[in-house]
C-alpha cells in the first residue's frame, strides 16, 4: 500500500511545483496521473522515487516512511537511459549486483522473454531501436520484483503501433507479481487502456483535480476505454481552462 | 561476406530477397574499394614530391645539398640502424617519453578525478592548475635546469608537465560531463558513492580519458624533443642537434622520419590496447 499525503514541493526559484497531493494507493493497482505540463506529473514521480526531497508532506509504503531510493520502488524514465557500455542482459541485471549469480541470471532471462528480447542479450544497447531499448529498461525496473513500479511517460517518444506492443509487455510483466504501477502519461487513451483509476492533475500550483475510475479495466472493451478516453480529455480541458484564462489576462 | 554466403539460400526461398542482399553486397565491396582508394589519394602527393625531388637531384637539376633526395635520407636512416646508434637513440627517447608520460598522465588523472568529484578540490585547486596551464610550458626549462641540473631529470619532468595538462583538462572535463540521467539510474538503484564511481562514472568518463591520453602522449613526444634540444648526448633530438651542428640535412630528416613513425607507432597501440574497453561506442568506427 502506498500512501502519499499532503505532498508538497517548492523550488529553490519560488515554483510551485506541488501543492498538497494526497492520494493512495492499493497493492497491485494501475493509476494512470494525467494532466497538461507544468501540472506536477513528473515531480510527483522523482519525490515518491526519492531522487528529489519533497517540501512537505509523508510518503509511506506499507506503513513505513520512505524518504530516499527505495529497494520496493522501480522507476522507469521517459528515456530509456540504459547504460551504454553494459550488453542487454548486463542492463536487465544491473540491480541485482547483490544477487547470488545463478539468480540474477534466471532473473534477467525470465525478464527479457516477458518482454520479447530474449535473443537479444548479449547485444549493446546502441544495437536496438528506441521501442527495444525501452522493453528493455521496463524489464531493468521489473527484475528485481519492486512493490511499486513508477513510469514516467515511458512510450511518450514511440509511434502508435510500439507504444501498443509496450503495453502488452508492460501488462504481461505486471501480471506475473502485480506491483502498484504509477504511470503518468500525457496520454488519455493510454490511461484508459492501462488503468484501474485516473487521477487528472491541473497546474499552477500542481494539485489534484479529479480522479475517475476506469470503466471496464484492461478488458480491452474499445468502446468502454473510449467513453474514458472522451471523459478524461474533457476533465483535462477543464483543469487547463482556468489558468488559460489567468494567462490570457496576464498578458 | 557473410551476406554474399547467404544471398543464394535467400535466392532460392524467396525471390523477393535476392536482389537486396546482393546490393548490400555490393554496397560492401564498394566501400572496401573507396578505403583503399582514399589510402592511396593520402600517399599520392608525398610520394610524388619524394619521386620529383629524387629525379631532379639524379638528372641534375637540383644539388641537394641542403634537401638530400629520399634515398640518401633512407641510406643514412639504414646506417644509423645497422651501426647500432638508431636503436641507442630511440631506446633513450622512448625511455624519457615513457617516464614522462605515465608520471605526467598518473598524475593529470589523479588530480582531474579529485578536481571532477569533489567541489572543495575543484575550488581549492582548478584556478591555480588552469594559471599554471596558461604558463608555455617551455618557459619552466631554465627553471627546472637551475633546480633539476642538466641531467634526466628535468627532461623528464618537462615532458611530464606538458603531458600533465592536457589531461588532467580531459578528465576533469570529462567527469563534469557525465549524464546526469545515467547518475540517475545509479541512484535509483541505491548504489553507494564507490559502487557510483566504479559502476557509472568510471565507464563514462573512459571515452574522454582515453582521447585526452592520446593528446598527453602527442604532447610528450613535443616535448622530448624540446628537452633534448636543450642538451642531451644521446636521443633522436640529440641527432637533430649534431646534423645541424656538422651540416648534415640528411640525419635531421633521418631523425625526424624516425620521430614520426615512432609517435605513429605509440599512438596506433595506445588507440589497439584501449580499443577493447570501447566496443560499446557507437561513434568512430573504422575512423581511427
Not at chain 1, 80 to 101: C, H, K, Q, T, Y
Not at chain 2, 48 to 54: C, I, N, P, Q
Not at chain 2, 194 to 216: C, E, K, Q, S, W
Request: charged share 15%.
Amino acid at each position: 500500500m502506498l500512501t502519499i499525503q499532503d505532498l508538497a514541493k517548492t523550488y529553490a526559484d519560488g515554483t510551485q511545483a506541488l501543492a498538497g497531493l494526497t492520494l493512495s494507493l492499493a497493492p497491485g493497482e494501475i493509476v494512470a496521473v494525467v494532466g497538461g505540463s507544468g501540472c506536477g506529473k513528473t515531480t510527483l514521480l522523482r519525490l515518491v522515487a526519492g531522487l528529489d526531497a519533497a517540501t512537505a508532506g509523508l510518503i509511506r509504503l506499507d506503513g513505513a516512511t520512505i524518504a530516499g531510493p527505495h529497494p520496493g520502488l522501480g522507476l522507469v524514465f521517459q528515456e530509456p537511459r540504459l547504460l551504454p557500455w553494459l550488453s542487454i542482459a548486463e542492463n536487465v541485471g544491473f540491480g541485482l549486483a547483490d544477487r547470488p549469480a545463478a539468480e540474477r541470471r534466471t532473473r534477467v532471462a525470465r525478464a527479457l522473454a516477458r518482454v520479447g528480447l530474449a535473443d537479444h542479450a548479449g547485444r549493446w544497447p546502441r544495437e536496438l531501436s528506441g521501442g527495444q531499448q525501452q522493453r528493455v529498461a521496463i524489464a531493468r525496473a521489473f527484475v528485481a520484483d519492486p512493490r511499486v513500479l513508477l513510469l514516467d511517460e515511458p512510450f511518450s517518444a514511440l509511434d502508435a503501433v510500439t507504444r501498443e506492443d509496450l503495453h502488452r509487455h508492460l501488462l504481461a510483466l505486471w501480471a506475473e507479481t502485480r506491483p502498484t504501477i504509477v504511470l503518468v502519461t500525457h496520454d488519455v487513451a493510454e490511461a484508459a487502456a492501462l488503468a484501474d483509476r485516473v487521477v487528472v492533475m491541473r497546474p499552477h500550483p500542481g494539485r489534484i483535480h479529479r480522479t475517475v475510475a476506469v470503466e471496464a479495466p484492461r478488458s480491452g472493451d474499445a468502446v468502454a476505454h473510449l467513453r474514458t478516453s472522451r471523459v478524461l480529455r474533457a476533465l483535462l480541458d477543464e483543469s487547463l481552462a482556468p489558468s488559460a484564462r489567468r494567462a490570457a489576462l496576464a498578458v | 561476406m557473410s551476406a554474399g554466403a547467404a544471398s543464394p539460400l535467400l535466392a532460392s526461398g524467396a525471390g523477393g530477397a535476392a536482389p537486396a542482399t546482393m546490393e548490400l553486397d555490393h554496397s560492401w565491396r564498394r566501400h572496401a574499394g573507396r578505403a583503399g582508394g582514399r589510402l592511396v589519394l593520402g600517399v599520392l602527393i608525398p610520394l610524388a614530391l619524394a619521386l620529383g625531388w629524387e629525379l631532379a637531384i639524379r638528372s641534375g637539376l637540383a644539388q641537394g645539398r641542403l634537401l638530400p633526395p629520399p634515398s640518401r635520407i633512407l641510406g643514412t636512416l639504414l646506417a644509423l640502424a645497422q651501426s647500432g646508434d638508431l636503436r641507442l637513440h630511440v631506446q633513450a627517447t622512448l625511455l624519457r617519453v615513457a617516464l614522462g608520460f605515465v608520471a605526467g598522465a598518473g598524475a593529470g588523472i589523479l588530480v582531474g578525478a579529485l578536481t571532477g568529484t569533489l567541489p572543495v578540490a575543484r575550488h581549492l585547486l582548478d584556478p591555480s592548475l588552469q594559471a599554471l596551464r596558461a604558463v608555455p610550458s617551455l618557459a619552466w626549462v631554465p627553471l627546472f635546469i637551475l633546480w633539476l641540473g642538466i641531467l634526466e631529470t628535468p627532461k623528464v619532468v618537462l615532458i611530464a608537465v606538458g603531458v600533465f595538462f592536457p589531461v588532467y583538462v580531459g578528465v576533469s572535463g570529462a567527469i563534469a560531463s557525465v549524464d546526469r540521467k545515467l547518475v540517475e539510474v545509479g541512484r535509483i538503484f541505491r548504489l553507494s558513492r564507490l559502487a557510483l564511481a566504479r559502476r557509472i562514472l568510471l565507464p563514462a568518463v573512459l571515452p574522454g580519458t582515453l582521447v585526452a591520453l592520446r593528446t598527453g602522449l602527442g604532447l610528450g613526444f613535443l616535448f622530448v624533443v624540446a628537452a633534448e634540444l636543450m642538451g642531451a648526448s644521446e636521443g633522436l633530438g640529440y641527432l637533430l642537434v649534431d646534423g645541424q651542428q656538422f651540416g648534415k640535412p640528411d640525419q635531421i630528416l633521418a631523425a625526424i622520419l624516425a620521430f614520426a613513425g615512432l609517435g605513429k607507432l605509440a599512438d596506433g597501440l595506445l588507440v589497439l590496447a584501449t580499443r577493447p574497453l570501447l566496443r560499446w561506442q557507437d561513434v568512430s568506427r573504422g575512423v581511427l
